[in-house]
T-cell receptor
Framework: DAGVIQSPRHEVTEMGQEVTLRCKPI?????LFWYRQTMMRGLELLIY????????DSGMPEDRFSAKMPNASFSTLKIQPSEPRDSAVYFC?????????????FGPGTRLLVL | KQEVTQIPAALSVPEGENLVLNCSFT??????LQWFRQDPGKGLTSLLL?????REQTSGRLNASLDKSSGRSTLYIAASQPGDSATYLC????????????FGKGTRLSVIA
């Protein structure tokens, strides 16, 4: 298996622009997680899905952030409009059978810079 | 609300030394405690997962222990090598609340040849 795939790997954009991050989880995994990592705050959970359904989005910082999972093999995280403070590395992770508390497999991340 | 702390934030040791990384958590009601490794510019890789009913897990030169009552976990690395240089994060999965995993900020390890 190719592991969790994220695109793009790097994104540089200007303040106010829309940013869309993409994730393909490991085939067969039924839980998907979006994280944000910064030096100051470490790794923070933004939202997670179970069987394509959002379970908890309390980590989403503001209404500017939204996430979707239209099917089991694809998810997006959108920021509109983007701001410089959104600059961070965004990770997607997936796991098998969340109910059994399996470990999570992380993608390589998308490094976002908002100017 | 679960909080996970890792001390020290950074550690530098000579090659061959045995070392211990520390992790503490505030809520002892956990499903499991996990240790991850993160190389620069990369994602996280799971190293060890200790279920709440277990006291330790071993994988090669790595041994992780769990003491729920004191809210502590340690990661022991034997005979360290330069290839072990990375950031090590621990994460606790709580029984309560909606957050599946709460991560510490990590310990950045440098093993000097």
């Amino acid at each position: 298996d190719a592991g969790v795939i994220q695109s793009p790997r790097h994104e540089v954009t200007e303040m106010g622009q829309e940013v869309t991050l993409r994730c393909k989880p490991i085939s067969g995994h039924n839980s998907l997680f979006w994280y944000r990592q910064t030096m100051m705050r470490g790794l923070e959970l933004l939202i997670y899905f179970n069987n394509n359904v959002p379970i908890d989005d309390s980590g989403m910082p503001e209404d500017r952030f939204s996430a979707k999972m239209p099917n089991a093999s694809f998810s997006t995280l959108k920021i509109q409009p983007s701001e410089p403070r959104d600059s961070a590395v965004y990770f997607c992770a997936s796991s098998l059978y969340y109910e059994r508390q399996e470990t999570q497999y992380f993608g390589p991340g998308t490094r976002l810079l908002v100017l | 609300k679960q909080e996970v702390t890792q001390i020290p934030a950074a550690l530098s040791v000579p090659e061959g030394e045995n070392l211990v990384l520390n992790c503490s958590f505030t809520d002892s009601a956990i499903y499991n405690l996990q240790w991850f490794r993160q190389d620069p510019g990369k994602g996280l890789t799971s190293l060890l997962l200790i279920q709440s009913s277990q006291r330790e897990q071993t994988s090669g030169r790595l041994n992780a222990s769990l003491d729920k009552s004191s809210g502590r976990s340690t990661l022991y690395i034997a005979a360290s090598q330069p290839g072990d240089s990375a950031t090590y994060l621990c994460a606790a999965m709580s029984l309560s609340g909606n957050t599946p995993l709460v991560f510490g900020k990590g310990t950045r390890l440098s093993v000097i040849a």
